[in-house]
């Protein structure tokens, strides 16, 4: 497999990821700001197909499953480092009372589901995803505040 850098490329990440800090620093607002997201999702995704049909190339097949494995390999300590880093400094930043789901949150964001986790908080609270589930499945044959779970009801 060809696992070659391209510098220019890392340059292009490094001016996206500027592009962000800047929109969201407090003293300078770069407007337009959020191109960096978009140029980092572009990157992204043609370095990740790069990756895959190199694996096409040299194996014949694409392993879902390997390539899962080499990205959360490289991907978690870091990430796992950041959470570590951020639930300390919470802890002696933040008031007692803000820190009340945090470890939750904390659980949630180690295996990536921390946007799914904040959907169903949202939907439970406004009542989207029983209203959704509801036109989708039919009505819910139990009270009101219950979850739908595929076809079931809880």
Known sequence: MDHSRVPALD?????AVF???????????????????????????FLITS????????RGKISIYLFDLRRVLRLFPAAFSVLLFALIFARFVQPSGDLEGSGSDALAVLPYVFKWRLV??????????????????????????SI??????C
């Open 120 to 145: 169903w908080l949202y939907s439970n609270e406004h009542g989207i995803f029983i209203t959704i589930c509801s036109v989708i499945f039919g009505p819910c044959p139990s009270n009101s505040n």
């Open 51 to 58: 990756i895959l049909l190199n694996e096409w190339r040299a």
């Open 11 to 15: 340059g292009l990440r490094g001016i």
């Open 19 to 45: 592009t962000v800090l800047l929109y969201h620093a407090p003293i300078f607002r770069l407007v337009g700001g959020n191109i960096g997201v978009d140029l980092f999702f572009v990157l992204s995704g």
């Open 148 to 153: 739908w779970y595929g076809r079931a009801c």
